[in-house]
């Protein structure tokens, strides 16, 4: 069986070797009854089973031992005479499998992970397993991968939506486009909202939700609405202030936002230059700065978990209400039924399919 080898050693099995393995141990389950006896258990693909030849005792390392790692990404296995590295139990057999796209193209290329490991450190912490999706698959391979994940995260970016996505003409803050990031982002909003799947979108993430709803955005706060609050480093004097700016902001009651916080009233980072203008079909305004400033929007068209916020809490530390938000964004995630192919008039409430702006229904160029 072909397999890899890795620094110290240790031997790990190509990913198309897993589902030979896998039918392996059913075939030694069929031909030697249950696991009870010790010979073998294991979950589905994404969770960590292990098996121990016939006759071995309970906690018996001296046999042969396997675990697949939860990503499906790593097995170890085949230590003669060695304990296995890690827990042969799962501690979370049913974390949920979480889509974060690079923020930009840029990014991907050059491999900078900075800032885009503060969403894939926010979702660990709240109990879900983060995976990257590129943004230049192919569309077929992107759908593909769509199917096997769970829920997504759509987080910031310093790139701008693409102005004639909502029929505006460029402002001339507007920043750089990025043609594969819009792309990207609008197949997973159109895929979780018909898969109901759990979505939080962040900053730009918030944006581009609203806008593939037929929204429309600020392009840019300080010159489009002088009187309101810095809301980041590009309304502020060069040089004046490092870091994420902070401002309070005011939660709807009876609003998810406001459930999760506890509270109608929150304090939030902010880092952006843009906004939401005219709310998207079928979201609901929930949050807003005190200068009435756009800060949160939520899915009203089914029952499904759809929040979009203007502020960072994958940013925010130990903040409390940031991390009450990714917990119950995660928590939906884990608890979410198999979902059937919804008709998107339902979802957007357009009149026919040409009108959404989603990929594969938009009208010919």
Known sequence: MAHKQIAGGEKVFCRRNLHFLYNWLGALNSRWGP??????????????????????????????????????????????????????????????????PWRTTEEQSKGIREKLDYYFDAIRKAGAEPVEISLEQAPGDLEDQLHKLDAFVLPGSPADVDPARYGASRHGKTKTLDANRDKTDATIIAHALQRSKPLLAICYGCQILNVCLHGTLIQDIRTEKPEALPHGQTDLPPGEHKGDLHHSANLA???????????????????????????????????????????????????????????????????SFAKRLFEDFTHAATGRPLASHKNLECLTGAENKESIRLPGLEPSE
Request: charged share 25%.
């Open 35 to 100: 696991p009870t006896p010790g010979l073998c258990s294991y979950a589905n693909p994404r969770d960590t089973f292990h098996f121990t030849p016939c006759g071995a005792r309970k906690n018996d390392h001296s046999l042969a031992t396997a675990s697949v790692a939860a990503s499906g990404r790593e097995l170890l296995g085949f230590l003669p005479d060695a304990r296995i590295h890690g827990s042969m139990v799962p501690e979370q057999p049913n974390r949920p499998r979480v889509g974060i």
């Open 253 to 319: 009651s009876e609003s998810r936002l406001a459930k999760i916080n506890g509270a109608t009233r929150a304090e939030i980072n902010s880092s952006h230059h843009q906004a939401i203008r005219g709310v998207g079909k079928n979201l609901r305004i929930t949050a807003r700065a005190p200068d009435d400033i756009v800060e949160g929007v939520e899915w009203t068209g089914d029952s499904n978990w759809v929040v979009g916020v203007q502020w960072h809490p994958e940013r925010m530390g130990d903040d």
